[in-house]
């Protein structure tokens, strides 16, 4: 590379010229003339795109769940047992760099946008079909947006889930989990309860479980809790509130009744049954110490119910994130006076520990229900 000294030589040659006026003068520096070169030249539109179908695949990926996981709707159903039986997975090896590559240069290769044959307000399960077997995202994605219920309706005996496994496109798979996920998580209180919704939860019960049995657990981190809260939600009342009476009934009982471990123990025994994997179960932990700190605060809240007239806390908020907390801690300042006034000094006691623990995000979860342990099963600080 050539540098360009002509400022340099120009100002040594006045200095030369006039030595007695560079010794007295100050020396001012002349502006260099514009002369713009490229050091080096750009890369190639080919260069580009080998690069990314090489190196973007791991960021893409991510990146595509996390805009999977950003919008939903309702769904169309297909019964438990729609699903066919599937081949036993034989590796659980992670998917090879030719299949990464070849998912990531068709979604960065330039694509019309496919429009279904008879419009979007019309699409048939077929064409959802034919979008899996060629990878099409940008499809499944409108399919998403526009027509949701679609990615569960079973076509020949499949979902479009299931099809992607069988068909060995993990990665379409993985788009299709987080979409399910997404839905599961916003799913809106009043919708639980309908009929249809408890179908759809039932056909993705099926389509999670699966998912899990072939390994994809290890490439979608949510995938269990999300399997976890659809089996739980498609369960209806049933698990929840017998769970909650058998926790109402320890906490009656104070320290003696061990009611952190027996509302642990409780959902580690359901998620055993389910899942049936150590590894996964030690996956899940979050999810467990959660669905534990809702069991005791429903159990608490059933027995301030014995005595003071106050709204059940719904089944559908268990496990969901904080609802269960943000019901809880409402219905408490609802009815302070009447809890002061009607209910057990050790009931008073548990309310303000369960509402003092759990509050707030500085701790984990898991954390949160150590502490509970200590205080609540030991008797600390009663």
Known sequence: MAFNYSAVVLALGETIDSPSKASTAPYTKRRISSDLCLPERLPTSKFIQREAETLAPKELMRQMLKCTMEEEVNKDGMTESGVVDVRPRTSSSPRSPSSIRSFVKSMVSPRLGRTPSAGWSNVQPYEVMKAVEEKDIVFLMEIRDRAFPLLLQSSGGETPLVHAIRTGNKDVAIVLLGAFSRWVNYLDDADIQKPQTQTYLKALRVGLKLAINEGLAKSQNDLIASFMQTLIMSEGDQWVYAQVSTISRALRSGPEGKAVLAAGAAVRKFATKELGKADIIASL?????????????????????????????????????????????????????????????????????????????????????????SRLDEGDRI
């Not at 559908?316 to 302070?336: C, G, I, M, P």
């Not at 000094?345 to 995000?361: H, I």
Request: aromatic share 10%; proline share 1%; with cysteine.
């Open 285 to 373: 932990e979050d999810y467990i110490s959660n669905a534990t700190a809702d069991l005791l605060m429903m159990g608490a809240w059933a027995n301030v119910r014995e005595t003071v007239k106050a709204d059940d806390i719904p089944s559908y908020y268990f496990a969901r994130d904080d609802r269960v907390y943000k019901a809880f801690t409402d219905r408490l300042q609802a009815h302070n006076a009447e809890i002061q006034r009607t209910c057990s000094k050790l009931l008073k006691w548990q309310l303000r520990e369960l509402a003092d623990v759990l509050g707030g995000r500085s701790l984990t979860y898991r954390r949160k229900v150590e502490i509970l342990a």
